[in-house]
C-alpha cells in the first residue's frame, strides 16, 4: 500500500538536523516511556540493557534510547547504537499502524536496519505481536489514501 502523507518541507528536514540529540533522544524517549506506561508497548527482556537508535529520515530527526529495567530511558553518551532504524515518517506510522510490516518495508528499502542482526529479530518479532491501541486505527486517517 502507497501512503498519501506527503513529503514535509525541506525546512523541516534542515531543523531537525540542528536539533541537539539529547532533546530529540528525550522526547522520543518520553513517547515510548508514556507508552510503556499505559501499557500499549512492553519491551521483552531480551531488549533490557540493549541500545537503539531510531532515525525518522525526512524529518532529520535520530532518537538513541535503552531498555533499563523493562523501562525506555535516553541515551546520551555517544556511544553507539546497537541497533538502528531508519525511515520516513509515513513508513514509521504504517509500521505503528500494521498497515506494513518490516519485513515489506525493509524489502523495498523504505526501512534501513543496520547493527545486530539477532536483536533486529527480536525488535521484529515483538512489534509484529504486540497489539496496537484503538487510537492509532484514528491515526490511521494520516497517511492512509481515501477511498
Known sequence: ?????????ALLARLGRK?????????FTAGLELARRFKW?????E??????AITVEDLGLRSCFAVRGGAFRPVWDGAPA????GARLADFLALMRADMDADTLFFQRRLRISGDTELGLIVKN?????????WLDKLGALGRPQA
Not at 546497537?82 to 532504524?85: A, F, G, P, S
Not at 515483538?126 to 484503538?134: E, F, G, V
Open 41 to 45: 508497548l512492553a519491551p521483552p527482556a
Open 126 to 134: 515483538w512489534l509484529d505481536a504486540s497489539p496496537r491501541p484503538a
Open 1 to 9: 500500500m502507497n501512503l498519501s502523507l506527503p513529503a514535509p518541507p
Open 82 to 85: 546497537e541497533l538502528e532504524l
Open 19 to 27: 536539533l541537539p540529540a539529547p532533546l530529540v533522544s528525550l522526547h
Open 47 to 52: 531488549l533490557d540493557g540493549r541500545r537503539f
